[in-house]
């Protein structure tokens, strides 16, 4: 998995940032890049994989290659060390202590209640 999360990571990133940590669940994969970037790819329903795209939320279109998260990396103020999928959510953990959650939020998967 690591090897090809960085592979395909890789031929998304600039070539000074590799592969820091890397998850994959059921329906998509995740990956956290040395310079504190997110990726995701796989099937999107319900927001898994954190994109603002409406036919990936919906279900509709699949994420075949890794797609950077603009929300996280240099300039964001929030640099990731760490990413965890799960198979309706994803998690990542910043720098400064933060724990990011996205996904669906059944049962309060998320962290917070609401949604």
Known sequence: LVAAASAAAAASTSASSGVLAASAAKFHSVAA?????????GHGRGGRLGLDDANVHSGNEAVLAPRRLP??????????????????HTLAASTSGELFSWGSNRDGRLGYLGA
């Open 71 to 88: 929300y996280f990396g240099v300039g964001s103020g929030r640099i990731v060390v760490t990413v965890a999928a799960a198979k309706h």
């Open 33 to 41: 890049t040395s310079d504190g970037s997110v990726y995701a790819w």
